[in-house]
T-cell receptor
Framework: GENVEQHPSTLSVQEGDSAVIKCTYS??????FPWYKQELGKRPQLIID?????GEKKDQRIAVTLNKTAKHFSLHITETQPEDSAVYFC??????????????FGKGTLLTVNP | NAGVTQTPKFRVLKTGQSMTLLCAQD?????MYWYRQDPGMGLRLIHY???????AKGEVPDGYNVSRLKKQNFLLGLESAAPSQTSVYFC???????????FGPGTRLTVT
């Protein structure tokens, strides 16, 4: 079936460094790629998303890049802070047949920002 | 606005028992989803609905049933609980498939 691969599964950085999380997808028709952040014991929340008609989107310290040819997209966090510590999930729309579209999530990346 | 709410927050079941998880949203969203979250497995879609009266299978539908009789509510049923269904269950809703999903606070279910 259609899937979304996410790497790395864990990432540890020093405060102030940058963090990069990468995802690949298999459905060439995918056109929407959100990123969610889940703090410990909390619900996932959208932090940024990108559609296939743009290659990059930025929101303060967070940016997402998309390479449709290579079918991969990445989350970039600059000047990391301890409050960035969380699990990050990428996702992509996949089609499992006919008009059966759904959002498929990667397995998540545990980001730890060390003070 | 309450957003997305789930009841109950915690539940312990014995193998073979049944229960229903209730999800409610007040954002007039067409799409609603049920996910389960297990360590190292991310968020896996159980069932979803694209509108009132509709349901569709997700990635891991076996052992679960759903109903969407009212637009604002999405119910997840376990007819005969198994230890493998021990998990955290999240409900979510969205305006459309390619818009932000708003998640509920989660239900922690333990099946012994």
């Amino acid at each position: 079936g259609e899937n979304v691969e996410q790497h790395p599964s864990t990432l540890s950085v020093q405060e102030g460094d940058s963090a990069v999380i990468k995802c690949t997808y298999s459905d060439s028709a995918s056109n929407y790629f959100p990123w969610y952040k889940q703090e410990l014991g909390k619900r996932p929340q959208l932090i940024i998303d990108i559609r296939s008609n743009v290659g990059e989107k930025k929101d303060q310290r967070i940016a997402v890049t998309l390479n449709k040819t290579a079918k991969h997209f990445s989350l970039h966090i600059t000047e990391t802070q301890p409050e960035d510590s969380a699990v990050y999930f990428c996702a992509a729309i996949t089609n499992s047949g006919g008009s059966n579209y759904k959002l498929t999530f990667g397995k998540g990346t545990l980001l730890t920002v060390n003070p | 606005n309450a957003g997305v709410t789930q009841t109950p927050k915690f539940r312990v079941l014995k193998t073979g028992q049944s229960m229903t998880l209730l999800c409610a949203q007040d954002m007039n969203h067409e799409y609603m989803y049920w996910y389960r979250q297990d360590p190292g497995m991310g968020l896996r879609l159980i069932h979803y609905s694209v509108g009132e009266g509709t349901t569709a299978k997700g990635e891991v539908p076996d052992g679960y049933n759903v109903s969407r009789l009212k637009k604002q509510n999405f119910l997840l049923g376990l007819e005969s609980a198994a230890p493998s269904q021990t998990s955290v269950y999240f409900c979510a809703s969205s305006r459309d498939i390619d818009y932000e999903q708003y998640f509920g606070p989660g239900t922690r279910l333990t099946v012994t």
